[in-house]
Nanobody, 122 residues
Framework: QLQASGGGLVQAGGSLRLSCSASGRTFSSYAMGWFRQAPGKEREFVASISASGGSTYYADSVKGRFTISRDNAKNTVYLQMNSLKPEDTAVYYC?????????????????WGQGTLVTVSS
C-alpha cells in the first residue's frame, strides 16, 4: 500500500516536497515513480528512481527543477519540487514496480498511491 502526501497550494516559483510511504518489507526491491494528471489531460510520467536509489530519471518538463529520492530504511520516496510553474498543477501519484531499474511506462507499475493535489497559482 502506498500513501502519498505533501500536496497543497503554492505560488509560482515556490517549492513543495511530496512524500510517499509504503507498507511491507520489500520496499527496497521496488523501483518507484511519480506521475501526474492535470485536469482534462492524460496521466504523465514525472520521475523514477531505481530500487537502490542509485539511478534517477526525469521527464524533460521537470528536469532541473524536481528531484526524486528515497529512504529505504523509512520505506519512503520523495519528490522535491522547486521553481514550480502553473503548468505543474496536477494530482501527483506515486507508484511502485517489481523491478529494480528505472521504469517510465505507467502500464508496468504494480501499485499506485491515492494521489495528492498540487496547485500552483500564477
Amino acid at each position: 500500500q502506498l500513501q502519498a502526501s505533501g500536496g497543497g497550494l503554492v505560488q509560482a516559483g515556490g517549492s513543495l516536497r511530496l512524500s510517499c510511504s509504503a507498507s511491507g518489507r520489500t520496499f527496497s526491491s521496488y523501483a518507484m515513480g511519480w506521475f501526474r494528471q492535470a485536469p482534462g489531460k492524460e496521466r504523465e510520467f514525472v520521475a523514477s528512481i531505481s530500487a537502490s536509489g542509485g539511478s534517477t530519471y526525469y521527464a524533460d518538463s521537470v528536469k532541473g527543477r524536481f528531484t526524486i529520492s528515497r529512504d529505504n530504511a523509512k520505506n519512503t520516496v520523495y519528490l522535491q519540487m522547486n521553481s514550480l510553474k502553473p503548468e505543474d498543477t496536477a494530482v501527483y501519484y506515486c507508484a511502485a514496480v517489481r523491478r529494480t531499474v528505472i521504469t517510465v511506462a505507467s502500464a508496468l507499475y504494480d501499485y499506485w498511491g491515492q494521489g495528492t493535489l498540487v496547485t500552483v497559482s500564477s
